[in-house]
Structure formats: C-alpha cells, structure tokens
C-alpha cells in the first residue's frame, strides 16, 4: 500500500475527492483536548480511495484540527451504515491570506454523505440519469467540517 505524508506526496489529490475507507487515531481525544503519545509523529492515518490514485493509500495526518474534525466524524458522530467519509485536501485553494503559512494551516475539508456520493462526485458521468436537484441532493454533505482557510 503506498502512503502519503508530505504536502508532496499529497499534492497528486489536491483539490480531489477521496473516500476514507478507513480512520486510525494514534492519538486520541479527552475532555475536548486532543492527546497525543508524541509530537512528532502523526494523529493519525487514513485509508484512501481516489480516483487519482492507483490503489488504496494511506494518508498520514499531521494538522490538529484535520485529526478533530476525522475525530468527531468517525468517533463522536459515527458513520453510519448508508452513508460515508469524503475528504478533499487542498493546499492550492487556500484563502489568500493564509498561503503566506500553508505550511502551519489545515488541510482537508470532511464530509459525511449519503452512500454512492463519492462516485458522484469524482466521476460527473456516473449516473447520467440522475439530474439537477436529485444529483445535488445525492451529493451534498449531511454535515462537514469545512476549515475557514479553504475557498
């Protein structure tokens, strides 16, 4: 399985839906506070289904408020049965400001959506008969974590 864990290596999918497959905490969140058995390794990893990517990988992530947003999706929330995780990293659609310290700021924008939007999303010719406010329907997020640094 192939990894990603520098913006380098994440630049393939930049601006790319991906389907998390799976969310692995290495640390962990306690009374609001994210808790983490060490500062140089990573929160936690992710498996990834994209269509940019030529099979599953696992993304490491290095952004406290990317590890709480996946947190508060897969651990508070839950996922539920019909539904599932997209994320979307992006360094290139930051706001302006804050690309003077793209380095410091967070990545991914995390969605829960009804099962099947993933294929709607990355592939516009899925499904050609679903149309106008049926496909936006399909694909629109049941809730999201959208950082305020993302366009």
Known sequence: MNSMQKDSEWRVVDGEPCKVIDFI???R???GKVVAPDKTKPYASVILECK????????FIFHKMDF?????????????ENE????????R????????FSTFM?????????KGAFELIADHNSRPELQGEARFL??????????EVIK
């Open 29 to 31: 969140i306690e009374n």
């Open 106 to 114: 967070p990545r991914l924008w995390v969605m829960v959506c009804q």
């Open 84 to 91: 599932e995780v997209i994320i979307f990293y992006s360094k």
């Open 93 to 100: 659609n930051l706001k302006n400001y804050a690309k003077l």
């Open 138 to 147: 399909a694909e629109r997020p049941i809730v999201e974590w959208k950082p």
């Open 68 to 80: 709480q947003h996946l947190w508060t999706a897969f651990k508070e929330r839950r996922v539920g």
């Open 52 to 59: 940019k990517l030529p099979e599953q990988t696992r993304g």
């Open 25 to 27: 905490p290495l640390a």
